[in-house]
């Protein structure tokens, strides 16, 4: 199973969906394709990926992405015809989508019919094209008739990047691809901004009114033409496919394992470290836990882990028993206290209660509970605050105060401007499950996190960063058009939890997967870089937790706990092959490439530790066990890494390179 944005690993198993297993392997003359559910993903023509993604999709008043069902897939002579259906209980829209693979054009329509009324905020199609276009020449045609011409972007976008589509042309490597939008007009996002591996064109453009109330019948048709021609072909000699040319349609396990028979054992990756970079390993935390549970079951947190992060609004009734679990989680470890308000002066009775009570508070987040950002105003208020409560009695250090985004990246992105007379840190949220809960979206967002941090220093320009909360799903909704429900009651107990407990999609069984533990790695490598001080992940126990409720320490919190010993230790850089796991946006630099993560699906994190050895944290994010050979040690250590493990090696002496 080949990541759709390229990557040359086969995926570890416990991290994929039961769609990504199940996934069939389409192909007729030069176009391939890998059907994973109702997605048709990884388009290639004559062997090189033209677009990572074409999908029908259903967003709901509050933008959650409605679950499709594929009740049948038939082959025809030229593709395929699925039908499905779509909601929670598969009762809101009927769908037929066909796929026709022609001579040179791929064309994909979609008929859908509303069976129950609801209100949509998006239904169609989407288009993703892969992030490695990111520099390309592209020409927009619109829908009347003219054409734009422009870039896409580098840098994350923080808007549209193209508007008004009716058609999109570009070249790659050695082929030219022409896109042909129709049944509505469609614009362009950049996905990058929640990590997501794509630039993705939708349907209904964002100006327009939503949601909107759809009856019972009302139909939506949309068709997309994918046109493509070998650009070093000059001969105009190619072979047209024949109209006969049989579909093909194998479950790619089948294609994968065949390929692996034929293919000779894969040599050990051989690994070596330094230099030491100018970056330090960040200070690691981790959330409260927001399940009924709350760690009462003995649960414990790894002790390098010095630190918990809570998220407070003082509007809840259950504010102060919020605060009551925290304290007690912590035991002892300061907190990092992030304040969702709606007015500075709410802020108060909780930062007293902290101050008086003796509880340590390294940082102090603000953020409006509209907007999910740090106004000024409200920085200005809680900045007094904290001035005047923390001049004399305290018997703790005076927090300091960060502002920012408590969402996605997009918000800072979008909205660092109205931040420029803010002088202190800046604060933004990870969800990769925003839009995709694919398991190859969650290792595509290692690159995409090494792509967001890189823009989010920049924008920084040398304020100090901190990344986080880090969770799987997102732990609230920040762009829903209803209201959201009142807090709960006061319960010493929280017995039905709160916060994410109750936000669907926060929860994913994933969480304890073993190969999460090789994520946390990668994920880390993108993100330490110099500047970012903090990265928080997931919660202390439960669900969403570093240790499940019953004590046991995850992959990820094992991996965590690691790395945390590491926390203000200078980072070195690990290269395997040809590839710099070192700190930076993925990137070509001869000879070796920057990224979190080689081909061959391993990702590593190395630091130098108080007694001056390297330590080095290994994870392996592919199906297949890998034979990882460390060529700096005093005598080569070879390393078993297991699909999906994360192992811890220490190589003595001085970096090589320093």
């Known amino acids: 199973m080949t990541s759709r944005s390229g990557t040359t690993f086969r995926v ?94 791929l064309r994909v329509r979609v008929r859908a019919e509303v069976t129950a009324p609801f209100r949509r905020a998006r239904i169609g199609l989407i288009v993703l094209q892969p992030p490695q276009l990111a520099g390309t020449a592209l020409v927009v045609g619109h829908p009347e008739g003219s054409t734009t011409s422009m870039t896409l972007p580098e840098r994350v976008s923080p808007h549209q990047p193209a508007i008004r589509i009716a058609s999109l042309a570009w070249t790659g490597d050695h082929v030219a691809t022409t896109v ?26 964002l100006s327009l009114p939503f949601p909107v109330a759809l009856a019972v019948g009302d139909v939506v048709e949309q068709a997309v033409e994918i046109a493509c021609s070998r650009v070093d072909d000059v001969s105009a000699d190619a072979t047209p496919v024949a109209a006969a040319l049989a579909v093909t349609v194998d479950p790619e396990t089948s294609v994968a394992a065949t390929a692996e028979s034929a293919a000779p054992d894969p040599r050990p990756v051989r690994l070596s470290v330094g230099p030491v970079l100018d970056a330090v390993v960040p200070t690691i ?38 605060l009551d679990r925290t304290i007690r989680q912590a035991d002892g470890r300061p907190l990092d206290l992030r304040l969702v308000l709606g007015a500075g002066e709410e802020a108060e009775p909780v930062l007293r209660r902290l101050r008086d009570a003796g509880v340590p508070v390294v940082r102090v987040g603000t953020f409006h509970r509209r907007t999910h950002l740090s106004e000024g105003a409200l920085l200005a208020s809680v900045q007094g605050l904290l001035d005047g409560l923390w001049a004399a009695g305290a018997t703790t250090p005076r927090p300091e105060l960060v502002g920012g985004t408590r969402a996605h990246f997009t918000e800072l992105n979008r909205n660092h401007a109205r931040l420029e007379r803010w002088s202190g840190p800046l604060a933004f949220s990870v969800t990769p499950f925003m839009h995709d809960r694919a398991g190859h979206q969650l290792v595509e967002s290692l690159s995409m996190q090494a792509v967001v941090v890189a823009d989010a220093v920049r924008i920084a320009d040398g304020r100090a960063v901190h990344v986080g909360p880090i969770t799987l799903g997102a732990r609230y909704n920040a762009v829903a058009t209803t209201k959201a429900p009142a807090g709960g009651v006061a319960d010493a107990e929280l017995r039905a939890g709160f916060g994410a407990e109750h936000v669907p999609g926060a929860t994913d069984e994933r969480q304890s997967a073993e190969a999460l533990g090789a994520w946390v790695v990668g994920s880390v490598a993108a993100l330490a870089v110099s500047g970012v001080e ?56 001869a000879p070796v490439a920057v990224a979190p993560v080689s081909p061959a699906g391993v990702t590593a994190i190395a630091a130098v530790d108080a007694d001056g050895e390297t330590v080095v944290i290994l994870g392996n994010l592919g199906e297949s066990p890998v034979r990882v050979v460390v060529t700096d040690a005093s005598e080569p250590r070879t390393v078993e890494l297991a699909a999906g493990a994360v192992a811890r090696v220490v190589i003595t002496g001085p970096v090589p390179g320093s």
Not at 19 to 42: I, K, N, T
Not at 296 to 303: D, E, T
């Open 285 to 322: 935390s981790t959330a409260v836990s927001s399940d009924p549970d709350g760690g009462r079951g003995g649960a414990v947190v790894p002790s390098s882990i010095g630190m918990i992060l809570v998220e407070v609004d003082p509007t809840r009734e259950d504010w102060s028993q919020i």
């Open 534 to 589: 903090s990265l928080s992940y997931f919660e202390a126990t439960g669900p969403r937790g570093l240790v499940a409720a019953d004590g046991r320490l995850t992959a990820a919190g094992r991996a965590l706990g690691w790395i945390a010993e590491l926390s203000g230790r200078q980072r070195v850089v690990v290269e395997i092959g040809e590839v710099s796991l070192g700190a930076g946006s993925p990137i070509a630099v």
């Open 180 to 205: 042909g939008f129709s049944g509505d007009v469609f614009e362009m996002e950049d996905q990058r901004n929640w990590t997501d591996a794509s630039f993705k064109t939708y349907s209904t453009p």
């Open 12 to 105: 570890a198993s416990d991290l994929l969906l039961d769609r990504e297993r199940d996934a069939l392997a389409v192909g007729r003359g030069p176009w391939s394709a890998s059907l994973h559910g109702s997605e048709l993903d990884d388009i290639a023509f004559d062997g090189e990926l033209v677009l990572r993604s074409i999908r029908f999709v259903v967003r709901d008043q509050d933008w959650k992405t409605l679950p499709v069902v594929v009740d049948a897939i038939d082959r025809t002579t030229s593709g395929l015809l699925l039908r499905g259906r779509v909601g929670d209980d598969g009762d809101l829209v009927a769908w037929m989508l066909t796929v026709d693979l022609g001579v040179a054009a």
